[in-house]
């Protein structure tokens, strides 16, 4: 049973550098010239900008995607290299969402004091973006492991 015990607690804190950090913001929808400042903090990374780029066609083809998007600008400002996701959802004033994206590194890690753009498409839940009220701002993060 001893046995055990140490077990679990060996592996739970050997799984402790996998855990992700995680903040998620509400904010009503203003942008200004298309942008709006926010933040949203997790693990000292910060999404502060976000640029609201959308389309309200869909194209003439089978598949009819938007090029609808959202750039968001995240800052890492601590002392370690990390992996975010970042996820955004708009919501008209019902509730209902109205565009829906995710994103983030791509490749590699957001290297600590950098400094990073991500696009967010927004190609299939687009059609009534221009009734959007709210939004959310998920960041996830995960430091990069010990070599």
């Not at 992700?20 to 926010?38: L, M, R, S």
């Not at 995240?74 to 969402?97: C, F, K, P, R, S």
């Amino acid at each position: 049973m001893a046995n055990r015990k140490i077990l679990c607690l060996v592996g739970s804190l050997l799984a402790a550098p996998l855990w992700a950090g995680q903040a998620t913001g509400k904010f009503e929808y203003k942008p200004v010239n298309g942008g709006q400042d926010i933040r949203v903090e997790s693990d000292h990374v910060v999404v502060s900008r976000i640029d609201f780029k959308f389309e309200t066609t869909s194209g003439t083809g089978p598949i009819r995607g938007s090029s609808s998007s959202v750039e968001v600008r995240a800052d890492n400002n601590g002392g370690v290299d990390q992996a975010i996701g970042i996820a955004v959802v708009l919501y008209d004033e019902h509730g209902n969402i109205v565009g829906a994206g995710n994103g983030g590194t791509h490749v590699g890690w957001l290297s600590k004091g950098e400094r990073d753009t991500s696009k967010i498409s927004m190609s299939y839940v687009f059609r009534n973006l221009d009734k959007a009220k709210t939004f959310v701002v998920t960041l996830e993060t995960r430091e990069k492991p010990k070599s």
